[in-house]
T-cell receptor, first 114, second 114 residues
């Protein structure tokens, strides 16, 4: 079965500091796509960053970057220069080509301290 | 605003009521999804529609009945629900079902069954 595991239910970071959220996944597929979504209190699920499995280079989007370790099936999210607006639930998700369905982890609640 | 609109935002219903959730997307996407988000659990995929045809029913009880009259609209008809069905119901859409397509989410309907 395909699963996504986020081992940190909650994380906290000081404003302007850096935080890393962990994600591991289990799959036998070779072609897949990995995502980090952010869900603020408004409940809107917003795409933060994505990574194609066939690309070795880690994706970056401004202050957000990933550490993709394909052999280890690890996909962590690093948030640099954390801002108060980064406080939210963060979900790691995985998508395969066979059905195209998104499989989500349980999420990590990130708090940002001023 | 992601282009996916869900109504109502909040819904309280009795176990004998019949209600419907509505999702509308203005993105020209062909695939639409219903997800259930419960506390402490990963998002659960419920239904997938592609070009108005249902392609996946993830063992959802028959008290949830989806309807997709066209590629822009998706409904979830509810009847004789149970208190454990209380959750956030999220709608999403994507250009297609392929692995490298991004899913856009609505803000969800917070459903409470009393």
């Amino acid at each position: 079965a395909q699963t996504v595991t986020q081992s940190q239910p909650e994380m906290s970071v000081q404003e302007a500091e850096t935080v890393t959220l962990s994600c591991t996944y289990d799959t036998s597929e070779s072609d897949y796509y990995l995502f980090w979504y952010k869900q603020p209190p408004s409940r809107q699920m917003i795409l933060v960053i994505r990574q194609e499995a066939y690309k070795q280079q880690n994706a970056t989007e401004n202050r957000f970057s990933v550490n993709f370790q394909k052999a280890a099936k690890s996909f962590s999210l690093k948030i640099s220069d954390s801002q108060l607006g980064d406080a939210a639930m963060y979900f790691c998700a995985y998508r395969t080509g066979s059905q195209g369905n998104l499989i989500f982890g349980k999420g990590t609640k990130l708090s940002v301290k001023p | 605003e992601t282009g996916v609109t869900q109504t109502p935002r909040h819904l309280v219903m009795g176990m004998t009521n019949k209600k419907s959730l509505k999702c509308e997307q203005h993105l020209g996407h062909n695939a639409m999804y219903w997800y259930k988000q419960s506390a402490k659990k990963p998002l659960e995929l419920m239904f997938v529609y592609n070009f108005k045809e249902q392609t996946e029913n993830n063992s959802v009880p028959s008290r949830f009945s989806p309807e997709c009259p066209n590629s822009s609209h998706l409904f979830l008809h509810l009847h004789t629900l149970q208190p454990e069905d209380s959750a956030l119901y999220l709608c999403a859409s994507s250009q297609e079902l392929g692995v490298y397509t991004e899913a856009f989410f609505g803000q969800g309907t917070r459903l409470t069954v009393v």
